[in-house]
């Protein structure tokens, strides 16, 4: 007898046995066999009348089928039903039946076989096919649950009302708490933790808002505070499960802990802001060297001399344009870079950048500007989002090409355009060019220095302004960048 059933259950309850195969075929004849016993007393020894039997014999027995084709399926029916017909041939015959009784008698008995037998196997094979479903059911269940079980990011699973069925070992071990199946998700959190450093509450539980809204919430990253212990940051997403008919029916959360992840770019981040820092100063003292010799030297040096003192001029402000760009990364990376707002015109500042970039470029540079376009922004940060696009542009497109640059006036918005005719970027990597550290690699681009922290940057600065930037590009052809800026109205 299984555990999760007690004897009542397990003898007599054939509703309880459902989606459990295990039909017997003893128990039916067991109690067919007694409830002929129980008939012959009843006709013997109660009415002291062999032929009183009659009606009793028929539903009782159609009941014992029922009831037993229900409870063992197709084999307990037919037990049942063949025992039962055994039965009427002996009250027949036990009782002398003869001549036309006799054969209206067995006749009868021929319609009762027919019908029993019917009976027995259509009920018998429902029981079957029921039995067949659910177990299929729960055999997808468990396998399901195995699954869950072994994936290395916490799983918790809830029906429509938010109440937990299923959550796996590492979601507990995540959460440091063991998960209680049937809590109510949002009632109470499970555990303390911050969402953009204020504490969660009912409405920052994803698998509420995936119930009520139907739609999945992707990456949301949470620190929880273990009381004395470490800080652990979770990136948490969720989705809705959907019944057939489009019905949320229950939602599916997976936490995944990153905290060795974000204490490594931590770790990372700490080491690239020192180690900027530290070059800073010398990058500096090498170049005011560099500019004294190059000063005392003056007109005596010879035509190699000064060749090598602007090369190594030329490096040395690669050197420390390279390490600005890794001090602004790690600053925005720790939510430190600060920004000098002043009121100036943004016309005037592309103009004079292009003008100054002009100087170093083989390629033409057209600009035109609506005038007067007023914007209160750090103009430092905004010139080095120029210097950026249109460096790019000259990097990326063939000298004698052209690189025209617009600053137009748009819904409140001063827009600036910088366009060129080189190698273009595809669909995929647009999406890409504005990530931290991303590069195009491409044979053919190979040549080209960088870093890929200048777009990084121009992106966080322009978002920071309250601005946007994108691009606009083909392959082969050329690109145009674009960044928007608030026009400053007084
Ligand atoms: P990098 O220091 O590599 O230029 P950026 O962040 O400025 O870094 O640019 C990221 C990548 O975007 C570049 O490596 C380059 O592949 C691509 N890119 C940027 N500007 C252009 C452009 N005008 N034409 C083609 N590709 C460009």
């Known amino acids: 007898m299984p555990q999760d059933m007690n004897r009542f259950n397990?003898?007599?309850?054939?509703?309880?046995?459902?989606?459990?195969?295990?039909?017997?075929?003893?128990?039916?004849?067991?109690?067919?066999?007694?409830?002929?016993?129980?008939?012959?007393?009843?006709?013997?020894?109660?009415?002291?009348?062999?032929?009183s039997v009659g009606l009793f014999a028929i539903f009782v027995f159609v009941g014992l089928i029922i009831y037993f084709s229900f409870r063992d399926g197709i084999k307990g029916g037919l037990v049942t039903a063949i025992l039962t017909i055994l039965y009427y041939f002996y009250i027949v015959f036990s009782r002398h039946h003869s001549g036309d009784r006799l054969v209206r008698d067995l006749e009868t008995i021929g319609i009762?076989?027919?019908?029993?037998?019917?009976?027995?196997?259509?009920?018998?094979?429902?029981?079957?096919?029921?039995?067949?479903?659910i177990e299929r059911e729960g055999n997808e269940r468990r396998r399901l649950q195995t699954i869950v079980q072994?994936?290395?990011?916490?799983?918790?699973?809830?029906?429509?009302?938010?109440?937990?069925?299923?959550?796996?070992?590492?979601?507990?071990?995540?959460?440091?708490?063991?998960?209680?199946?049937?809590?109510?998700?949002?009632?109470?959190?499970?555990?303390?933790?911050?969402?953009?450093?204020?504490?969660?509450s009912n409405s920052h539980s994803l698998i509420l808002q995936v119930l009520t809204t139907g739609k999945a919430i992707v990456d949301?990253?949470?620190?929880?505070?273990?009381?004395?212990?470490?800080?652990?940051?979770?990136?948490?997403?969720?989705?809705?499960?959907?019944?057939?008919?489009?019905?949320?029916?229950?939602?599916?959360?997976?936490?995944?802990?990153?905290?060795?992840?974000k204490e490594l770019e931590e770790r990372k981040d700490d080491f690239v802001n020192m180690a900027s820092h530290e070059?800073?100063?010398?990058?500096?003292?090498?170049?005011?060297?560099?500019?004294?010799?190059?000063?005392?030297?003056?007109?005596?040096?010879?035509?190699?001399?000064?060749?090598?003192?602007?090369?190594?001029?030329?490096?040395?402000?690669?050197?420390q344009n390279l390490v600005s760009d890794l001090l602004d990364v790690s600053r925005l990376q720790t939510g430190k870079l600060s920004f000098n707002k002043e009121e100036f015109r943004l016309d005037s500042l592309v103009a004079e950048t292009a003008q100054e970039l002009q100087g170093s470029a083989k390629q033409t540079i057209l600009?035109?500007?609506?005038?007067?376009?007023?914007?209160?922004?750090?103009?430092?940060?905004?010139?080095?989002?120029?210097?950026?696009?249109?460096?790019?542009?000259?990097?990326?497109?063939?000298?004698?090409?052209q690189i025209?640059?617009?600053?137009?006036?748009?819904?409140?918005?001063?827009?600036?355009?910088?366009?060129?005719?080189?190698i273009g970027i595809t669909k995929e990597q647009q999406k890409k060019i504005f990530d931290r550290l991303?590069?195009?690699?491409?044979?053919?681009?190979?040549?080209?220095?960088?870093?890929?922290?200048?777009?990084?940057?121009?992106k966080e600065i322009i978002k920071r302004h309250k601005g946007n930037i994108w691009v606009e590009s083909e392959k082969g052809k050329g690109s145009i960048f674009y960044f928007s800026l608030p026009l400053f109205n007084k």
């Not at 109690?31 to 016993?37: D, E, F, G, K, N």
């Open 150 to 200: 072994q994936l290395p990011v916490g799983v918790v699973v809830t029906d429509k009302e938010g109440k937990i069925e299923m959550a796996n070992k590492q979601a507990d071990i995540i959460l440091g708490a063991k998960i209680p199946k049937g809590h109510k998700v949002g009632r109470e959190p499970l555990v303390k933790a911050n969402y953009k450093n204020k504490p969660i």
């Open 438 to 458: 991303y590069q195009v690699t491409d044979d053919t681009e190979k040549t080209f220095p960088g870093f890929g922290m200048g777009l990084y940057i121009s």
């Open 279 to 319: 070059l800073k100063t010398p990058i500096t003292s090498m170049k005011l060297y560099v500019e004294s010799l190059s000063s005392r030297l003056g007109d005596k040096s010879g035509e190699r001399t000064k060749k090598t003192l602007d090369s190594i001029k030329y490096q040395i402000i690669r050197l």
């Open 112 to 133: 009762f076989l027919a019908l029993y037998v019917t009976l027995a196997v259509i009920i018998g094979w429902l029981r079957q096919k029921i039995d067949g479903l």
């Open 10 to 51: 397990y003898y007599l309850n054939p509703i309880a046995r459902l989606g459990r195969s295990n039909y017997s075929v003893g128990f039916p004849a067991a109690i067919t066999l007694l409830a002929v016993l129980i008939s012959e007393a009843i006709a013997y020894l109660i009415f002291k009348n062999p032929e």
């Open 404 to 422: 025209k640059i617009k600053v137009v006036k748009e819904d409140g918005r001063a827009i600036v355009s910088v366009q060129d005719s080189g």
């Open 367 to 401: 600009c035109s500007t609506s005038s007067h376009l007023r914007v209160s922004a750090d103009k430092f940060r905004i010139y080095q989002v120029l210097t950026n696009i249109m460096t790019n542009a000259i990097k990326y497109s063939p000298a004698q090409s």
């Open 220 to 261: 949301r990253e949470y620190v929880i505070d273990k009381e004395n212990k470490r800080k652990i940051h979770l990136l948490a997403s969720a989705t809705p499960i959907f019944n057939r008919e489009g019905k949320v029916i229950a939602a599916a959360s997976i936490l995944n802990d990153i905290t060795q992840q």
